[in-house]
């Protein structure tokens, strides 16, 4: 079993409404095979378990709940979700998650795409985002 990490980072401004995907900004740092960033997925390759903690700095242009959903291939990660309550207009929320996941396919052509997705709120200004994956 091989050791893999990676680090994005995004610290450009995203302004999104719900249901939209979360852009990861760019690779700061990455080691190992198994994890790579393409679009707005990291991609996990190699059997074996994957820790995910993710922080992220949101304000919303409404009160009310923001939340962030992880997606593995399409599907929500349970329990992989965060949700804050903004108390005004413009408030920043933190959001924090952590998940372990499964990669399970032993063959060479496995591979599986981790995504963020604002699940919930108005519009929504997230001005960090960031992802650390790290193989166990």
């Not at 979360?22 to 393409?38: A, E, K, M, Q, V």
């Not at 413009?90 to 499964?102: E, K, Q, Y």
């Not at 063959?107 to 200004?125: I, K, P, R, W, Y």
Request: hydrophobic share 45%; with cysteine; net charge negative.
């Amino acid at each position: 079993m091989s050791k893999s990490a990676i680090y994005t980072v995004n610290s450009s401004t995203q302004n999104l409404t719900a249901e939209s995907a979360i852009t990861l900004g760019s690779i700061i740092r990455r080691f190992g095979p198994n994890l790579g960033l393409s679009g707005n997925a990291i991609q996990i390759s190699g059997a074996g378990y994957y820790k995910i903690d993710v922080t992220a700095n949101i304000s919303s242009a409404d009160a009310g709940e923001v939340t962030v959903q992880a997606y593995l291939n399409n599907v929500a990660i349970p329990g992989a979700i965060a949700t804050e309550t903004a108390a005004a207009a413009g408030d920043i929320v933190n959001l924090s998650i952590s998940a372990l996941v499964r990669e399970g396919c032993y063959c060479c052509d496995g591979l599986s795409n981790l995504t963020f997705v604002v699940t919930e709120g108005a519009t929504v200004d997230i001005t960090n985002f960031a992802v650390v994956v790290t193989k166990l």
